[in-house]
């Protein structure tokens, strides 16, 4: 199953709204988690099951979606939160993640 | 706070072996699937292989098929992955993964990850 996220990158300002998009091959039901990964660490899970936000992840991250169109949302954007997030499906072997988005301070 | 402590990564020559080693001190690992994911320099994340919580049940990538063998010790808390016959394109940063549970969905998505280890091959 590829995930094809959208966009590669962006630049935004702190406070803006950003939405990431990943979008399966094929469905996939809630099967979707997104990660964000700061250069140096490993990824940091955010959500889980398309739209379960993590223990200790801040309210801001949000993640909708199901089948084959997904979506993750900074409603207001942090210092803190300039990463690269990347989607995974785990409906099925092989589990694969989406390319990447780099989320970059304009 | 759970830690996953990666060892045994370093430099191979194509063809040669190396093994990794994943421990968490401190969590019943037995509870939780567990997994390696990799990361080529400057590239996305990769999904390497999955074993169940009884390691009767191993998931491998065609990439890495036949030449990578994970391996878990309950009794020990440590996580294995066997790697032969190494190529280029296995140089990347290991990171092993604990599942957030024991069956599906959980034991694909991860809640905590390593710090991750080089592996380098190269001649």
């Known amino acids: 199953i590829q995930l094809t996220q959208s966009p590669s990158s962006l630049s935004a300002s702190i406070g803006d709204r950003v939405t990431i998009t990943c979008r399966a091959s094929?469905?996939?039901?809630?099967?979707l988690a997104w990660y964000q990964q700061k250069p140096g660490r490993a990824p940091n899970l955010l959500i889980y099951s398309a739209s379960i936000l993590q223990t200790g992840v801040p309210s801001r991250f949000s993640g909708s979606g199901s089948g084959t169109d997904f979506t993750l949302t900074i409603s207001s954007l942090q210092p803190e939160d300039f990463a690269t997030y990347y989607c995974?499906?785990?409906?099925?072997?092989?589990?694969?993640f989406g390319g990447g988005t780099k989320v970059e301070i304009k | 706070e759970v830690q996953l402590l990666e060892s045994g990564g370093g430099l191979a020559q194509p063809g040669g072996s190396l093994r990794l080693s994943c421990a968490a001190p401190g969590i019943t690992l037995s509870d939780y699937a567990l997994s390696w994911v990799r990361q080529a320099p400057g590239k996305g994340l990769e999904w390497v292989s999955t074993v169940g919580t009884t390691g009767a049940d191993t998931f491998y990538p065609d990439s890495v098929r036949g030449r990578f063998a994970i391996s878990r010790d309950n009794s020990k808390g440590t996580l294995s992955l066997q790697m032969d016959s190494l190529r280029a394109d296995d140089t990347a940063v290991y990171y092993c993964?604990?599942?957030?549970?024991?069956?599906?969905?959980?034991?694909?998505?991860?809640?905590?990850w390593g710090q991750g280890i080089l592996v380098t091959v190269s001649s």
């Open positions: 094929q469905g996939i039901s809630s099967y």
């Open positions: 993964a604990k599942g957030r549970g024991a069956s599906f969905p959980d034991s694909r998505t991860f809640d905590y």
């Open positions: 995974q499906q785990v409906n099925r072997f092989p589990l694969t």
